[in-house]
């Protein structure tokens, strides 16, 4: 289910809807994912009494029309404090509620802001069988609430989840079910939110793993999908005869016995029907596909879930908004994208005449804004401050008789095009952009990826002017990848073929923001740059652990050096799409001034 957080009515009725359908389909009980009722994760608006107040209203609406397959609906529970909950639905009324015991409180997560936790694990009598029920973290963790259900007699271990996606989740999170299955001796159905949420994006990938450890029907990566599964729960039963250690007496001393809620009557089915064939998705492969995929449904919810009904960008002839022009109109369709061709007189014929060519083979509206009219403007009104004289030096101390009267081509206080005009251009393309976007209410997208936000390799109020980074969590070297991976005879199928020409693909990466610059006279290679930065950034790794590593000492203390300079800038940047393990701002989150560089 993609819920959308805040929208309580909306969320309603897309459960409503999945019941109606489970109820089609012949369930005997259907699963919403975690926080469905609210949408996750809801923030501080789950500390406003009027919103629990509000959710706790529609969920008693909801139960009171429930009178098919028993439902499992995650809310915010309001009691004598607040809970990341689980409520039964049957029969017109809420049965049951079960309380989230782990609540975690790493990377994105903050839920021990906000809630508190369970006391124990729960079990549901339905007919003669014993179904546990979990909330999300509870399962990640490998002994109770789990063991604790399954030692009661679960055979059925429910898991509903918003389950935050980076690269290659989906199968380390289905690895870890079919541990807990076997370790439980017990069949594990997992439920997975699915949906963009600012930062956030949830792959759905929900699962029904048997008790062997095998997976027997998987949901859909990236979207809605309701996944039917018959669960032979006499298996299970039937194995732990043969397993003394998952036999109650085995329980070790101290461990919180499961609390036994109210039993519920099975659901009559006619013995002539067939079983249901379930549904086995095959997952996204390569791993390029999947964060392409991923990338595109945040980029659309995003757009969608804020109303936005059109999107800008940026086209230089460069890769990084090359990619991400693909993206927008494969997310959004080539009619709702826009893209702004802003040269300078340091663009090249080839960068501008592949900017023009990505936008023709995509159909997307293209705008033409040259920008040394508006250029030369800034450097005429700035003459005395950008003077040789005047090079860190307050206006009024500089010498006024050493004002040139053109920008040269040398270092900074030479005369030259030095870092101010560079970023000049920057901030010019930034207030172009943002113009339109005040004029049509479009919705702009910035193209920086991750390796340049990681060492400040971007311009306050320029390049980082936007409302929504898609690529802000894509090494540069992924970057690469994704692109070729688009213009590949495996994605042609789903899209406009090969939209990106190879110049852009074999062009070594430049901002041309002066002459003959290129990335590389700043940075070091990004193939070397990317695996210091994943190594500091997403593993914790220290200056020794690095160079250890092999990884050369100088460009190791330099990296180092500017991602901790550069916190001031991620923190005014927009939000992006997380995709890695580690992303800027709810993962990481580092102190602006800070004297710490070990």
Same mark, same amino acid.
């Given at each position: ?44 608006? +789950? ?74 694990? #729960? ?13 999300? *973290? ?55 939110? &699915? ?18 450890? *095998? ?12 996944? &039917? ?44 029907? =067939?079983?249901?064939?379930? =549904? ?22 995003? %757009? ?6 059109? %999107? ?28 702004? %061709?802003?040269?300078?007189?340091? =663009? ?25 009219? %508006? ?6 009104? +700035? ?9 860190? !030096? ?19 206080? !030479? ?36 390796? *340049? ?5 971007? !311009? ?36 406009? #073929? ?11 990466? !430049? ?41 050369? *000492? ?45």
């Amino acid at each position: 289910m993609n819920a959308t957080v805040g929208d309580i009515d909306g969320n309603i009725e897309r459960i409503r809807a999945g019941q109606l359908a489970a109820r089609d389909a012949r369930a005997d009980l259907v699963l919403f994912p975690e926080l469905a009722v609210t949408g996750y994760p809801p923030e501080d608006l +789950l500390l406003r009494e009027d919103f629990l107040a509000r959710a706790r209203a529609a969920l008693e609406e909801l139960a009171a029309g429930t009178h098919g397959p028993i439902a499992v609906v995650g809310f915010p529970e309001r009691a004598e404090d607040v809970y990341n909950a689980a409520a039964v639905l049957a029969d017109g009324a809420i049965q049951a509620i079960y309380r989230k015991v782990y609540l975690p409180n790493y990377g994105v997560f903050d839920e021990q802001r906000y809630f508190q936790a369970g006391s124990a694990g #729960a079990v549901l009598d339905v007919g003669s069988h014993r179904i546990g029920l979990t909330v999300c *973290e509870d399962v990640w963790e490998p002994g109770p609430p789990a063991t604790e259900e399954a030692l009661a007699g679960a055979t059925l271990i429910v898991n509903i989840s918003a389950s935050p996606y980076h690269a290659g989740k989906g199968a380390e999170r289905e690895r870890m079910f079919a541990q807990r299955a076997r370790d439980n001796l017990a069949y594990v159905a997992f439920c997975g939110l &699915v949906g963009g949420q600012d930062e956030l994006v949830f792959d759905g990938h929900s699962c029904v793993i048997d008790h062997t450890g *095998e997976t027997i029907a998987r949901a859909a990566q990236f979207r809605e999908e309701l996944l &039917v599964c018959d669960v032979d729960l006499d298996r299970a039963a039937a194995a732990r005869l043969r397993a003394a250690g998952h036999r109650p007496a085995a329980r070790s001393p101290g461990t919180a016995a499961a609390r036994i809620l109210p039993p519920l009557p099975a659901r009559a089915h006619d013995p002539a029907a =067939s079983p249901v064939a379930p =549904s086995l998705a095959v997952p996204i492969t390569p791993v390029e596909a999947e964060v392409y995929a991923a990338l595109a449904l945040g980029l659309r919810d995003y %757009v969608h879930k804020n109303g936005f009904g059109h %999107v800008l960008l940026g086209l230089s002839g460069g890769i990084d908004s090359a990619l991400v022009a693909c993206l927008a109109a494969d997310a959004l369709g080539a009619e709702r994208v826009s893209a702004a %061709v802003m040269p300078s007189r340091y =663009s090249s014929t080839e960068t501008q005449r592949d900017a023009r060519a990505v936008a023709a083979t995509l159909g997307v509206a293209a705008h033409e804004l040259p920008i040394d009219d %508006v250029l030369d403007a800034y450097l005429h009104t +700035l003459k005395d401050e950008l003077s040789p004289a005047s090079a860190g !030096t307050p206006p009024a101390l500089a010498a006024k008789s050493a004002v040139p009267a053109a920008i040269g081509t040398g270092g900074p206080g !030479t005369g030259s095009e030095d870092l101010t005009v560079e970023n000049l251009q920057a901030r010019i393309r930034g207030n172009l952009l943002m113009a339109l976007s005040n004029r049509f209410g479009w919705l702009v997208l910035t193209t920086g990826n991750k390796s *340049e936000m990681s060492v400040g390799y971007s !311009t306050l109020y320029g390049d980082l002017a936007g409302g929504f980074a898609v690529i802000k969590d894509v090494p540069k070297t992924l970057v690469y990848r994704l692109a070729r991976w688009r213009n590949s005879p495996a994605r042609a199928a789903g899209g406009v #073929a090969e939209p990106i020409p190879v110049s852009v693909l074999e062009r070594p990466p !430049t901002a041309e923001l002066r002459p003959g610059q290129r990335d590389q006279d700043s940075l070091p290679p990004y193939e070397l740059l990317d695996r210091i930065l994943q190594g500091y950034i997403e593993l914790h790794h220290g200056r020794e652990q690095l160079i250890a590593q092999g990884l050369p *000492e100088a460009e190791v203390e330099r990296a180092i050096r500017l991602v901790d300079l550069a916190e001031y800038k991620r923190r005014q940047a927009p939000p992006g799409i997380k995709v890695t393990e580690r992303a800027f701002g709810r993962d990481r989150r580092m102190p602006i001034t800070n004297r710490y560089r070990g």
